[in-house]
């Protein structure tokens, strides 16, 4: 990318009171594909500005299908770039040496040409195409959503001079949990953060890491929390109907299987817990890197007969699996913000989380633990088992507080970071 | 003539420590926190007795000493004066003294600073009981007014004071039973025929117990002389300003550097400057004044929040499920006679571990975090529950040995026609307490966790019924 590109300052914004905001936003992931939460974010956020008015041009780095109303451009377009088109979901989570098969172009029989390329080889071709795209637009302002987005969010800054704003869904600190940081997507952080007018974290777990680790200055990071929606759910069909029968107890883990989300320290408390009632049950649904570890981890401490793994589960399984347990896990090592207990809050089930997660700062009515503290969370699951009442005041409580947490509020908070750069630029 | 009516009341609880599901059936100490946290309640005791009881006597002594007119009254939970008595005997001594002026007046109140009256007053009878025999040993003294945990208040309460001889009851002066009346006066509690009822003026109370260090208050900072102003003000639509409030707003709650001693210290003086104004005990008040009309509280109502309920203790499920498990044991408990399990279950009916799982998070929950020793209310929850899952444990243990032993003796009687002792009868309270279980003395073994039976049994409390190793052998 041009990055020795001066920075044109003499910007006029045609803002007023009347005329509406456009945002032009970077993202990697929408719906409806499958990932993360950070298209599931992305997409309500969209949603809640678009509501209020304010025009949404959506960047994506691959031709997709996607929802809602918002102005949708890929990265892919032939128009706007040659070649290239990703047959593969370009997961934000990866390492950034991980390599996607990418079709590079067609060969003169129309048969797909496919290329290694590495994640980083990704976010900096769509970088390049944020600079065409953001000198053929008109916007006001800049957004870009997780690392994978920063650089494109960068040089479309430089290509236009329009603020910017870098969304922190997640950092290379917390998918790595704290060791073998990946040095070249922090080094793509740290930089990005270095260019941008503010930086926004979703929680204020995150915002102590930008700060701390990637020395941003703290009074450029805003805290916007997520939001959730707090949506009567249907009873489904029970699931695991025979495990119940027989009085066992469901705690359910449900995420990726990665050093980031702690999953060891969840068999090892689920060790302690069996000690003590033999009659608990653990569901790990999810797959990733540490899948193998952790199976073998299971068999090593002799809990094949309590720990059972059931896959990535979606939509109405994954569902069925929320309303099938006594109690739902979240023992993530760093977690920026956390959606998994609000999603089984929303099917009566309550959680416990981690204090080293972004939803504990905004759900009081959760159990919370250390990730590190075993002993503690083989405690609280173990009572919160036997104590049903703390699990039904947990549910009735924080399913009236989630009513609280709505994206419009996040949608609210993120156009005042929007005027407030404008307002910088015009005076 | 107007008179002061200035009520202190003194309370520690013992805090349930960290106790974890491991825990139960192996660690019977429920309250011996050792951390550097605010579950230790030495700890406690050490800090607030600095802060507050010792700096807080000296200058009460100093105004008795100096004005014959001054006098109050006090009033203690058993379980401070049992933490005086082991972590700070000083100040169990400056509090005697203060009482041997014969110008400080103790209540009367339940030793363990319950809610028993409200799930079973039996229980109620003897802890009131208890704490009545207690502040004769310590002071001399025996109580004839009534106030009850966290002031809260009813009808039957009353009637239950008048039958019992006291004089007096206290109660919050809340306009919902006041209606356009003063609390200034003194009246008579529905259904009661002799006992009066003292109102707290909240007002006046909560400007020195919550108001006094508060910046955004209008009226801070607040000065004696306005202060006793204010209570001149009532000279004439009233006979008795009912200051109540909880000792310790001098110097923790309201900090030294509020400069609350320093109001302390000028107030009787500020007071006692217009000439028809004076101090009273609680007793003298009640004897001087004629009650004025009749107070109806038909509902329980106390001194706490913005609602004057219960709510604060008893508002969710998690509270209520854990004072009803408490109070579900009370047969099983008492029929042990053993002085060590009743007394760790009357302490586990405290209020303030309620309090700690209170969840009401608006303006009136933000006072309960600041009071809570746990980091959430579902901690306080577990911890208790955990401890008292291990009493269950134990109070079934009693039962199960107290069977196998009626069962033994009687195949005894059968096999031999022998003069053997009569095993059966239960023995006496002491007796019980000074001839603990017999090899207590070895170290017990480190529990056999991993066995499948142990998390079954652990499992059937509260009505375990499984014989155990351990504690048998132990």
């Known amino acids: ?427 | 003539m107007l008179t002061v009516c200035p009520y202190f009341h003194v309370h520690q609880p013992y805090r349930v420590k960290k106790y974890r599901v491991f825990d139960i059936g192996n660690d019977t100490e429920y309250f011996n926190d050792s951390s550097e946290t605010d579950l230790n309640n030495r700890r406690i005791i050490e800090k607030v007795a600095n802060k507050s009881y010792r700096p807080t006597n000296k200058i009460l002594k100093e105004l008795l000493d100096t004005h014959p007119e001054f006098r109050f009254n006090l009033s203690f939970s058993g379980t401070v004066l049992d933490q005086f008595e082991a972590y700070a005997p000083d100040v169990l001594e400056s509090f005697q003294e203060l009482v041997a002026t014969g110008r400080v007046e103790i209540l009367a109140d339940t030793y363990h600073h319950s809610l028993a009256f409200f799930y079973s007053v039996p229980e109620f009878k003897r802890q009131v009981q208890k704490h009545e025999r207690r502040i004769k040993q310590l002071f001399g003294v025996k109580p004839r007014v009534f106030r009850n945990t966290e002031l809260s208040y009813r009808n039957d309460l009353a009637k239950w004071c008048e039958d019992n001889g006291y004089l007096g009851i206290m109660s919050e002066g809340w306009e919902k039973y006041l209606g356009w009346r003063s609390p200034n006066y003194v009246y008579r509690p529905a259904g009661c025929s002799k006992i009066k009822v003292l109102l707290k003026n909240y007002k006046l109370s909560d400007d020195i117990a919550f108001r006094f260090g508060n910046k955004e208050w209008v009226d801070y900072p607040l000065n004696a002389d306005t202060y006793a102003n204010w209570i001149h003000a009532h000279h004439g639509d009233g006979q008795t300003v009912n200051l109540f409030m909880d000792y310790e707003s001098f110097g923790e709650h309201q900090w030294e550097d509020t400069g609350i001693f320093d109001f302390l210290r000028i107030l009787p003086e500020m007071v006692l400057r217009h000439p028809d104004t004076g101090f009273k005990t609680a007793t003298e008040t009640v004897e001087a004044y004629e009650a004025t009309g009749e107070y109806d509280v038909p509902d329980i109502l106390t001194w706490a929040d913005t609602d004057r309920d219960l709510t604060a203790w008893i508002g969710n499920d998690i509270q209520r499920d854990a004072i009803e498990a408490t109070y579900k044991m009370e047969e099983m408990v008492m029929k042990t006679r053993k002085r060590d399990i009743i007394e760790n279950w009357r302490k586990l009916q405290t209020s303030d571990h309620f309090y700690y799982m209170c969840t009401k998070w608006s303006n009136d929950g933000d006072v309960h975090a600041y009071f809570s020793p746990y980091q959430s209310p579902y901690e306080a929850y577990i911890a208790f529950m955990n401890a008292l899952g291990d009493l269950q444990l134990r109070v079934s243990q009693v039962a199960m040995e107290r069977e196998l032993k009626q069962q033994a003796s009687e195949i005894n009687k059968k096999a031999e026609q022998t003069n053997y002792p009569d095993v059966t009868k239960p023995p006496d309270e002491k007796a019980t307490h000074e001839a603990p279980e017999p090899q207590s003395t070895q170290e017990p073994e480190p529990e056999p966790r991993r066995e499948g039976w142990w998390g079954k049994l652990i499992n059937k409390v509260p009505f375990f019924k499984s014989p155990r190793q351990q504690r048998t052998s132990s």
């Open chain 1, 1 to 427: 990318m041009e990055g020795t590109e001066t920075l044109n300052i003499h910007i006029i914004s045609r803002l007023s009171a009347q005329t509406s905001m456009r945002v032009l936003t970077f993202g990697w992931e929408f719906p409806p594909q499958k990932n993360g939460g950070l298209g599931v974010a992305c997409h309500e956020l969209t949603k809640e500005l678009l509501q209020d008015g304010v025009e949404v041009i959506f960047v994506l780095p691959k031709t997709q299908e996607t929802i809602g109303d918002a102005r949708f451009l890929f990265a892919d377009d032939e128009r706007l770039v040659k070649v290239l088109h990703a047959d593969v979901s370009l997961l934000p989570y990866m390492q950034g040496d991980s390599t996607i098969d990418v079709i590079v172009g067609y060969d003169s029989e129309g048969k797909p040409i496919i290329r290694s390329r590495t994640i980083i080889e990704e976010a900096h071709r769509f970088a390049h195409q944020a600079a065409i795209i953001a000198k053929t637009e008109e916007f006001d302002v800049i957004h870009a959503h997780d690392w994978t987005s920063y650089l494109a969010g960068v040089a479309a800054k430089i290509a236009s001079g329009k603020p910017l704003i870098l969304h922190v869904h997640a950092t290379s600190y917390d998918q790595a949990a704290g060791n073998n940081v990946d040095p070249a997507i922090y080094k793509i952080e740290k930089e990005s953060f270095a260019m941008a007018d503010k930086v926004v974290t979703v929680s204020e777990f995150t915002k102590n890491i930008v700060v701390n680790k990637h020395h941003a200055p703290a009074q450029n990071v805003e805290v916007v929390y997520n939001g959730c929606h707090m949506n009567e759910t249907a009873k489904l069909p029970p699931t695991l109907a025979e495990l119940k029968r027989q009085g066992k107890k469901i705690v359910l883990y449900h995420g990726r299987i990665s050093i980031q989300k702690g999953v060891d320290h969840f068999i090892r408390a689920a060790r302690r817990v069996v000690d003590v009632d033999p009659d608990v049950v653990f569901i790990v649904s999810g797959s990733g890197d540490m899948l193998t570890q952790v199976i073998e981890q299971v068999g090593a401490a002799k809990l094949s007969n309590n720990v059972k793994f059931a896959g990535a589960l979606w939509d109405e399984e994954r569902d069925r699996m929320y309303q099938a347990a006594d109690l739902m896990v979240m023992p993530s090592v760093s977690e920026p913000f956390g959606l998994v207990p609000l999603e089984a809050l929303q099917h009566g089930t309550s959680s416990l989380v981690t204090k080293q997660s972004g939803v504990a700062e905004v759900l009081t009515h959760a159990l919370k633990v250390d990730f590190w503290d075993v002993d503690e969370m083989a405690n609280q699951i173990l009572a919160s088992l036997r104590y049903p009442a703390v699990r039904r005041q947990m549910v009735a409580e924080g399913r009236e507080q989630m009513r609280s947490m709505s994206w419009k509020v996040a949608a609210q908070k993120m156009q005042q970071l929007y005027r407030s750069l404008l307002q910088f630029v015009t005076s």
